[in-house]
């Protein structure tokens, strides 16, 4: 079984900084993707940013520039670096990972955890 388990959320002034964590433990045969999607009250939820196991990354345009997605492969942990960070990114923010069980590809979902931005 993977389970996911998000840390890092908060409250934070506009101008601030946050990092979320989202460390994956199971029994897996690899990580395709890694990737942050955040869902704000009445909203649908969005992808902010992704990571695949060849190192491509991808963002929001709203999050670009002040979002950074990374990951250790040692610790199977994907981190959101985030600056500068606005109202409107308060969010709930979920981790996402695709990963290979056996001969299966699987979408697995982290607990949430919140970001709000207010002063």
């Known amino acids: 079984q993977v389970q996911l388990v998000e840390s890092g959320g908060g409250l934070v002034q506009p101008g601030g900084s946050l990092r979320l964590s989202c460390a994956v433990s199971?029994?897996?045969?690899?990580?395709?993707?890694m990737a942050w999607y955040r869902q704000a009250p009445g909203k649908q939820r969005e992808l902010v940013a992704s990571?695949?196991?060849?190192?491509?990354?991808s963002y929001l345009d709203s999050v670009k520039g002040r979002f950074t997605i990374s990951r250790d492969n040692a610790k199977n942990t994907v981190y959101l670096e985030m600056k500068s960070l606005k109202p409107e990114d308060t969010a709930v923010y979920y981790c996402?990972?695709?990963?290979?069980?056996?001969?299966?590809?699987?979408?697995?979902w982290g607990q949430g955890t919140q970001v709000s931005v207010s002063s």
């Open positions: 990571l695949t196991s060849g190192g491509s990354t």
């Open positions: 199971g029994t897996f045969v690899s990580i395709l993707r």
């Open positions: 996402n990972v695709l990963i290979v069980v056996g001969w299966d590809r699987v979408d697995y």
